[in-house]
């Protein structure tokens, strides 16, 4: 019922920023968590930032200081703003929304991140 849809992704030079963003919409009820997570050929994936119900953010240590994860809860989206990219950040990135009343999490399905050099 909750569609997320993703756009952003691409490819730069290392130092070099792209902006990831994500629009939710369907049913979607009350709203644990929306973030971002990233996987890599032969890596777990695991999580890069996300945005609690709070407004707290929480950010993976490899991309503190670089990335910047915001949401706008009227539009319903989650973006994130990559800078300084390092080729290590290159992976899939998935959009992911967290859901309570009833509890379950909803996936895009993904954009390619590659940083050369």
């Known amino acids: 019922q909750v569609q997320l849809v993703e756009s952003g992704g691409g490819l730069t030079q290392a130092g070099g920023s792209l902006r990831l963003s994500c629009a939710a919409s369907g049913s979607i009820g009350i709203i644990n968590s929306m973030g971002w997570y990233r996987q890599a050929p032969g890596k777990q994936r695991e999580l890069v930032a996300r945005?609690?119900?709070?407004?707290?953010?929480e950010y993976s240590d490899s991309v503190k200081g670089r990335f910047t994860i915001s949401r706008d809860n009227g539009k319903n989206t989650v973006d994130l703003q990559m800078n300084s990219l390092k080729p290590e950040d290159t992976a899939v990135y998935f959009c992911?929304?967290?859901?309570?009343?009833?509890?379950?999490?909803?996936w895009g399905q993904g954009t390619q991140v590659t940083v050369s050099s």
């Open positions: 992911r929304l967290e859901e309570d009343w009833p509890l379950r999490q909803y």
């Open positions: 945005v609690l119900r709070s407004g707290s953010t």
